[in-house]
Structures are given as C-alpha cells and as structure tokens.
C-alpha cells in the first residue's frame, strides 16, 4: 500500500514536472509578440505543437523560404486560373496553407530551440511578408480584368498601411503586436481562401468579395491609424513631463 501510494505520488509530481515545463516552453515560444486575434488560442495551440514535430534539419530560414513558395503558389494559381482554367485557383488555397506553415513556425521555432535571432529574424520577416504581399496581389492584377486591376493596388497598398501601423506601433509601445484588433494576417489568408473557393463556384464574385475585403482593411487601417496617433501624442506628453520633473 505504501510502496504503490508513493509510486502514485511520484507519477503525479512528475506530470506536475512536465506540464511546468511545457508550459514554460509555451511562454517562450510566444514571448516577443502579443495575439490579440480572433484565433489567437488554437493558432498559438497549433503553432506549438507543430515547433515540436519539426525536425532538426529545417532550420528558421529554410520556414521563411516555405513561407515564401506558398506565395509563389498562391500567384501561379491565378496565373494558370486565367490562362487554363479557373479551379487552379484552388491551388492558391494550398499556396495560402503553406504561406501560413512557414510564416508562422520559422520565428517561433527558433524560440522553441531556445536561437531566436530577434533583430535579423523581426527584419527578415518583415521584409519576406511584403513580399508575399506583392506576390499575392500580382497574382488577382493577372486574373482580374478590367477596372477590377485597381483592386490588387489598393489591396497591396492598404496591406503594406497595416504593415507600417504596426511597425510603428512597435517603436511607440515597444510591444509588438502584428494583429488589428480581432484580426491579423491568419483571419487574412483564410478571408482571401474563403474569396477564391467562392470565385470557382461562383464565377466574378471575386470582384464583390475583392471590393468588400479592400472597404474593410481600409476602415481598420483609419482606425489603427487614430489608436496610434493617440498613442504617440500620449507618449509625447510623458515624455515632455518627464524633462519637465528634471
């Protein structure tokens, strides 16, 4: 009776052990960016899981460059969709499934690893989402027509404001947060995923459902753009406060 009380006793301060420690992991995987997005908790669930199973020989990069593809993807979908036929532009679903793989492990696993590289990993993602953006927005200016082109500018525009917002943001706040609110680029990839399965079933919604999403990033950006300008006066009057109390 001893013996197996004890043996149960020990099981039960070793799964204590585990969960501390994988909830200690948890925390550093995500410990240089706050979610305020709608799927922030399975995202972070799903993201955690998946650092675990990578293996050793993917580095960091080698995510981003997957990232990357999945863009490529995304732009040769519409391209074949215009010029062949339009379910290709299914393949763009894929194309947006591995965009979100890459983008969304190559930062945190080099923190699950314990090798972040904050500075050289913030400018390298930077850089590579702009340029899935283009991609993305390249690949609707190829299968759009008409006055509809004006809606992969305005979109890549509008995107590249919300990317500005943030990088702004960060160097107001020193918290870095790549979220509008509720939504973030995870809610992105799924919205324009949603938008091409609705244009193979229903051929030219994509005009509406393209118009809709560029009404709507632009009424975010207006708001995050007054949030950040009432955070920036705020923390100019601290600032001028402080110098006053020396």
């Known amino acids: 009776m001893v013996n197996s009380a004890l043996t149960e006793e020990s099981r039960r301060i070793e799964m204590l052990l585990l969960k501390n420690e994988e909830n200690s992991n948890k925390k550093r995987v995500f410990a240089d960016r706050k979610r305020t997005n709608i799927l922030s908790a399975p995202e972070e669930r799903t993201i955690f899981y998946l650092v675990k199973k990578v293996p050793g020989f993917i580095t960091s990069n080698m995510l981003t460059g997957i990232g990357i593809a999945g863009s490529v993807i995304v732009l040769i979908g519409f391209i074949l969709a215009n010029y062949v036929d339009r379910s290709f532009l299914l393949l763009g679903v894929i194309g947006l499934v591995i965009n979100w793989l890459g983008d969304s492990l190559d930062g945190r696993i080099a923190y699950y690893r314990n090798q972040p590289r904050k500075w050289f990993g913030f400018s390298l993602d930077i850089i590579m989402d702009w340029i899935g953006t283009v991609l993305i927005g390249l690949g609707y200016l190829v299968y759009s027509q008409n006055e509809y082109e004006l809606l992969a500018f305005i979109f890549v525009v509008l995107y590249g404001w919300a990317m500005i917002i943030s990088q702004l ?3 107001i706040t020193d918290n870095y947060t ?7 680029p995870t809610e992105v990839r799924i919205l324009i995923a ?3 399965v609705l244009e193979v079933a229903f ?7 393209g118009l ?3 009404l709507a990033l632009f ?6 753009t007054n949030k950040l300008l009432k955070l920036g006066d705020m923390r100019d009057q601290a600032e001028m406060a402080a110098k006053r109390s020396i």
């Open 219 to 224: 009424i975010i950006d207006l708001i995050d």
């Open 203 to 209: 051929p030219d919604s994509i005009k509406v459902c």
């Open 178 to 184: 790549i979220d509008s609110g509720l939504f973030g």
């Open 194 to 196: 949603l938008i091409l």
């Open 212 to 214: 809709v999403m560029c």
């Open 169 to 171: 943001r960060y160097k």
